[in-house]
């Protein structure tokens, strides 16, 4: 999806969904010069390392998590619903944390016994504050998010974004907090089967 189709689609979804105090100021912070969010890549060298890539997974998320709470076991068996505002919030903002966080430069690589010099990414932390916490507490500081939403974004990258001694954090967020393993669903969903695909 090209960068501005992929702007304009979460500025669409983001404002027709996510209408809670707060929501336009952290909207008005994410389309200001001072943010990247829909320049950024989502990742250095693994998915959507891309300009552009950080609202392309978002989107791609915001589906795969659309798609896993519409299937019938989901809300017969499982009765797991949520509203459209808390599907678009932890989908669209659940990787925030990645604003302003990735720093292009160029690197020499040898292709065919030639060598060229390349882009790539790299980290500039600006905010080492963790992933899915740091995630939760930017957008804490435009909105309030509900207990549901806020498990779901800090536990969105499963057991491998916890220390040996959180790992029984995981798994209790998963069974408290089905958000949470929805979120972490689509997530896996979209890096390794929407967006490997490219």
């Given at each position: 999806?090209?960068?501005?189709?992929?702007?304009?689609?979460?500025?669409e979804?983001?404002k027709?969904?996510?209408?809670?105090?707060?929501?336009?100021k952290?909207?008005?912070?994410?389309?200001?010069?001072?943010?990247?969010?829909?320049?950024?890549?989502?990742?250095?060298?693994?998915?959507?390392?891309?300009?552009?890539?950080l609202?392309?997974?978002?989107?791609?998320?915001?589906?795969?998590?659309?798609?896993?709470?519409?299937?019938?076991?989901?809300?017969?068996?499982?009765?797991?619903?949520y509203?459209?505002?808390?599907?678009?919030?932890?989908?669209?903002?659940?990787d925030?944390?990645?604003?302003?966080?990735?720093?292009?430069?160029?690197?020499?690589?040898?292709?065919?016994?030639?060598?060229?010099?390349?882009?790539?990414?790299?980290?500039?932390?600006?905010?080492?504050?963790?992933?899915?916490?740091?995630?939760?507490?930017i957008?804490?500081?435009?909105?309030?998010?509900?207990?549901?939403?806020?498990?779901?974004?800090?536990?969105?990258?499963?057991?491998?974004?916890?220390?040996?001694?959180?790992?029984n954090?995981?798994?209790?967020?998963?069974?408290m907090?089905?958000?949470?393993?929805?979120?972490?669903?689509?997530?896996?969903?979209?890096?390794?089967?929407?967006?490997?695909?490219?």
């Amino acid at each position: 999806m090209p960068e501005n189709n992929a702007k304009e689609r979460f500025i669409e979804i983001y404002k027709s969904k996510i209408t809670r105090e707060g929501a336009d100021k952290l909207l008005e912070y994410l389309t200001s010069p001072s943010c990247d969010f829909f320049t950024a890549p989502a990742s250095t060298r693994y998915h959507g390392n891309y300009p552009g890539g950080l609202c392309e997974h978002s989107l791609n998320v915001y589906d795969c998590l659309c798609d896993y709470l519409s299937r019938p076991r989901v809300k017969e068996e499982y009765g797991i619903e949520y509203s459209e505002e808390s599907i678009a919030i932890v989908s669209l903002l659940h990787d925030v944390c990645k604003i302003n966080f990735y720093v292009e430069g160029t690197k020499n690589v040898k292709e065919n016994n030639v060598w060229k010099t390349v882009p790539f990414y790299t980290i500039d932390d600006k905010l080492p504050y963790g992933h899915g916490e740091k995630s939760v507490y930017i957008v804490s500081g435009y909105m309030r998010l509900s207990r549901d939403e806020a498990f779901a974004i800090r536990y969105h990258m499963g057991f491998t974004d916890v220390g040996p001694d959180q790992k029984n954090n995981v798994g209790k967020a998963f069974e408290m907090f089905p958000l949470a393993f929805a979120l972490h669903t689509a997530d896996a969903e979209a890096a390794y089967f929407v967006e490997s695909k490219k």
